[in-house]
């Protein structure tokens, strides 16, 4: 029997390649483990095992006609926020129930052409607005590491996915932390690419200058192999760059001694749980025992990123999904009149949390309001930016917490929008400007007789993917935390 515990797409390629596996049988071995675990973790909105199977096959015929590549066979889990034809896309959301598009993603379809095998679309908060999938439109789901916590947010149903070994790796979306706070609080390593590095097109749309797909996978060199995979300009997706994509493989294993990172204290905010802040400062300990030069800096804009996010992507937000309008597609209420329609429709099909994030952008670009708070919000996005800019001029990398606070019990959020919206506050500055940035496992807290995972945040410059991840493995090596599972991972 395959352990799935612990394999990586990198392990899987091997065996593959070896043949001591095939895709069909790798492939039924993790819907099995989805059928053995899924009431327990509820990670999948939609499972496709005819279409996995189907893949599969595919992928050992190419195989057997000579043909190899690292995802070639290698099943993974989807945040449903990625079109993918052959299977519905709702963004867990009532207004899009059922809804089957008639395209698929561009990263989509990169693995596609890869032969990798689609498990299935995994649960994320509504529209990706949310910090723990206790806002998917459906249901919420539970943290590996403990059943009673959330996984974060919002692409909580892709990590716990790859954390529960219901898939070998996934994809999920970062608009402001989305993709690293959960594999902050799931013990993956999660990254955010430069804006521009990866198309959106065919992504469903939260923040259209934020939103960016990003990797979640079990160790650093995983994650590397993914993003070669989906990154590189795309003519459908003009916010891409036409830039060479580096190896990515070639960077890990390279010797940090002698890099300069820097420590911003803004992000050691007040209120951090004692155990997060006692990890970052061990963390930060290896990576000096490792030969880097590690100073105390500042960002003072940092301050600013939790309200400037919450004005331009709800503002976003508000202008993007006035599309669903119950016309067209998706859920209609059938009401006698177009406007009582497109009322009830919407108050039907929107979720509590996407109608108060698209009457706050609504509002912020409301006539009269527009120069006070969303193009004052604009400037101060600059000001962000040229922070970090100011930073990398000086820093190959900065070093910070990716969560404030470990993984909270399900149901007990803070009621205060203001103060749950606080739990993005270390991954928004970053989003704002448009840099790379990634979550690696750094240890663990003990709480409530569970051990609760803790991820440190690397930042780059834009488009150095490869020195982060040069970072990680670095430190990944050195520490080994990622290789821990979850109790669960042995069921």
């Not at 259209?208 to 079990?218: A, C, E, F, I, M």
């Not at 989003?431 to 409530?448: H, K, N, R, T």
Request: net charge negative.
């Amino acid at each position: 029997m395959i352990d799935l515990s612990t394999l990586t797409i990198h392990a899987c390629h091997q065996l593959l390649q070896k043949r001591e596996i095939s895709a069909v049988e790798l492939t039924r071995a993790y819907l099995d483990r989805i059928e053995r675990l899924e009431p327990r973790v509820k990670a999948y909105l939609h499972l496709a095992p005819e279409l996995a199977l189907a893949q599969a096959r595919q992928a050992d015929a190419r195989r057997a006609g000579g043909e190899d590549n690292p995802l070639l066979g290698v099943p993974l889990a989807i945040k449903d926020m990625l079109t993918i034809k052959g299977m519905p896309t709702t963004a867990a959301s009532r207004i899009l129930e059922g809804f089957m598009p008639p395209y698929e993603a561009t990263v989509i379809s990169r693995l596609r052409a890869l032969g990798a095998v689609f498990l299935g679309k995994a649960n994320t908060d509504e529209f990706a607005m949310g910090w723990s999938t206790e806002n998917s439109g459906f249901f919420t789901t539970h943290n590996p590491w403990d059943l009673t916590r959330v996984p974060g947010g919002s692409s909580g149903g892709p990590a716990a996915a790859v954390a529960a070994s219901e898939a070998v790796a996934a994809l999920g979306t970062d608009t402001g932390g989305s993709v690293r706070q959960p594999a902050s609080w799931t013990n993956l390593v999660g990254m955010r690419p430069s804006y521009g590095r990866v198309s959106r097109w065919g992504v469903v749309a939260f923040a259209s200058s934020l939103d960016q797909v990003g990797p979640l996978t079990r160790d650093v060199r995983d994650n590397a192999l993914l993003l070669t995979a989906i990154a590189g300009a795309d003519p459908r997706d003009s916010t891409t760059m036409p830039l060479e994509i580096p190896d990515y493989q070639a960077a890990l294993g390279q010797d940090i001694r002698g890099m300069r990172f820097g420590l911003p204290r803004e992000y050691f905010t007040e209120g951090m749980h004692p155990g997060v802040r006692q990890t970052i400062i061990d963390a930060v300990a290896t990576l000096s025992d490792l030969g880097a030069h590690i100073e105390e800096m500042s960002l003072p804009t940092t301050r600013y990123g939790m309200p400037v996010y919450y004005l331009v992507a709800t503002a976003e937000a508000s202008a993007n999904l006035a599309r669903y309008d119950g016309v067209r597609y998706g859920h209609s209420a059938g009401a006698d009149t177009m406007w009582e329609n497109y009322r009830q429709t919407r108050g039907q099909g929107f979720g509590p949390e996407v109608k108060r994030r698209i009457i706050l952008g609504a509002y912020a670009l409301s006539a009269g309001y527009y120069d006070a708070y969303y193009l004052q919000a604009q400037k101060v996005r600059t000001l962000i930016r040229q922070d970090f800019e100011q930073a990398f001029a000086q820093y190959d990398a900065l070093i910070t917490p990716v969560v404030p606070i470990p993984p909270y019990k399900i149901g007990a959020a803070p009621t205060d929008p203001v103060e749950m919206y606080l739990t993005d506050i270390l991954t928004l500055p970053t989003a704002l400007a448009g840099v790379p940035c990634i979550s690696v496992p750094a240890g663990f807290i003990a709480e409530d007789g569970a051990s609760l995972p803790v991820g440190l945040q690397i930042i780059g410059k834009p488009f150095a993917e490869a020195t982060i991840l040069q970072i990680a493995y670095a430190f990944e090596q050195a520490t080994l935390y990622h290789r821990q599972t979850p109790p669960l991972a042995h069921d």
